[in-house]
């Protein structure tokens, strides 16, 4: 075992507990919604063991002691991007293009391809904004896609992509992704959110979508059935209230839609961009994060720690602090983070792998596609 979770019968046994901290201890306990002022006390006064010992209550009682992973690769159709963001150390302008990538139709399904007789589950397909990369590229990317494996679930493009490829083809958002729908896309994943709140996102990422646009074509994807994630970049300008607006305002929509299968705080790294002079957070940080966006997030079942950025180890370690799914074996394809500055180089895990790791802090891998329908359920020794 490297961290047992922390037991919160001792944890309230402390008599100088604070007041509000026990109040919401008490919330939680009888599983009743924390308020905002609520998210924001636990941030300032949450002590690591306290907001670990009821992460843990909450995704015990969601999930037993279950992690769940997937069989998945990924596709990133190019780096060239038309924004600008602070934080982002992988894109390119497209003045300067010959630096970064930009992939063919036929070399992206040559990727698919490779996985010919292999039991992925799920390709994810994320990049930058090409401005000579439009809708009917991907709808026809997706159909290939679909017709050369069809049992493959499709989960492709941020927000920001798709409000730049939807407006450029001078369609309404319900209108441009209906036809990515009918192309074949099955779910978003849930990049480009970064922080919503307008004094941070004005500062780290001005120029792309805003947080109401980000929402909108959320929704309008959960109201054609499609599912998907939301994201949270933390660790750089934001204060605790800005992460619980962020979370909040998540928060609100899965009560309408109920179509976010899980939600992923993507840690700030630092390497090579223009925010490398900010600290990275410290791993107690991190883990009080997921910690408390357990505890707050009610209507999300599932938070991921998504390893490649996180690094296998503290991702394994948030395993006790609520999280319960490491995302998947993902292969060696995906270079946002390695970019900048996470540990992981090449990301590749094998199933074996991934199972040993939730093995090691006596958590029960489970194998789940897309919309976590369980696969196979590892018990100990069985491993593949
Ligand atoms: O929106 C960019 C983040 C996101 C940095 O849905 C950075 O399953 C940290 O969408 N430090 C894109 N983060 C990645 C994404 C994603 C990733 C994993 C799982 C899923 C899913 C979706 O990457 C961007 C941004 O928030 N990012 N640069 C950086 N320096
Ligand atoms: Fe482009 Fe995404 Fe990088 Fe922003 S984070 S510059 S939208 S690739």
């Known amino acids: 075992m490297i961290l047992k979770p922390f037991n919160l ?3 309230l046994k402390n008599s100088d507990l604070d007041k509000g901290l026990r109040a919401i201890a008490e919330k939680v306990q009888s599983n009743e919604r924390l308020t905002d002022e ?23 009682r969601l999930h037993g002691g279950k992690v769940y992973f997937n069989r998945n690769f990924h596709i990133e159709p190019t780096n060239v991007c038309v924004f600008t963001c602070n934080f982002c150390s992988y894109s390119r302008l497209y003045k300067h293009r010959d630096d970064g990538w930009e992939l063919g139709m036929e070399q992206m399904l040559d990727i698919v391809r490779k996985y010919d007789g292999q039991p992925v589950t799920e390709v994810h397909i994320v990049g930058g904004v090409h401005p000579k990369m439009n809708l009917d590229f991907f709808c026809e990317l997706l159909s290939k896609i679909c017709a050369h494996r069809p049992d493959l679930h499709i989960k492709g493009f941020t927000a920001v992509e798709l409000d730049y490829m939807i407006r450029k083809a001078k369609l309404s958002i319900e209108e441009g992704m209906k036809k990515l729908s009918d192309a074949g896309l099955q779910s978003l994943p849930g990049g480009g959110a970064e922080i919503f709140h307008p004094d941070v996102r004005n500062e780290i990422c001005a120029d792309k979508v805003d947080a109401d646009g980000w929402l909108h074509i959320h929704e309008t994807a959960h109201n054609l059935g499609m599912h998907s994630n939301a994201t949270m970049l933390y660790g750089h300008i934001e204060n605790y209230a800005h992460r619980i607006d962020h979370m909040s305002r998540l928060r609100a929509l899965q009560d309408k839609t109920g179509g976010f299968n899980c939600f992923i705080p993507l840690k700030f790294r630092n390497g090579d961009n223009d925010m490398s002079h900010i600290a990275e957070s410290t791993i107690i940080e ?4 997921y910690a408390i966006s357990r505890i707050f997030m009610d209507n999300f079942r599932n938070l991921k720690a998504y390893w490649p950025m996180l690094g296998r180890q503290t991702a394994q370690l948030t395993l006790s602090f609520g999280v319960n799914d490491l995302d998947g074996t993902i292969d060696d394809t995906t270079k946002i983070y390695s970019m900048a500055g996470a540990e992981e180089q090449t990301p590749s895990l094998t199933t074996e792998q991934l199972c040993e790791m939730i093995l090691a802090v006596g958590r029960i891998p489970v194998e789940r596609d897309t919309l976590y329908n369980e696969i196979k359920v590892f018990n100990e020794g069985v491993l593949l």
């Open 9 to 11: 019968a001792e944890v």
């Open 286 to 289: 991190d883990l009080r994060l």
């Open 38 to 60: 609520e998210g924001v006390l636990l941030f300032e006064k949450g002590e690591l063991g306290f907001v670990g010992a009821l992460a843990n209550l909450v995704a015990e």
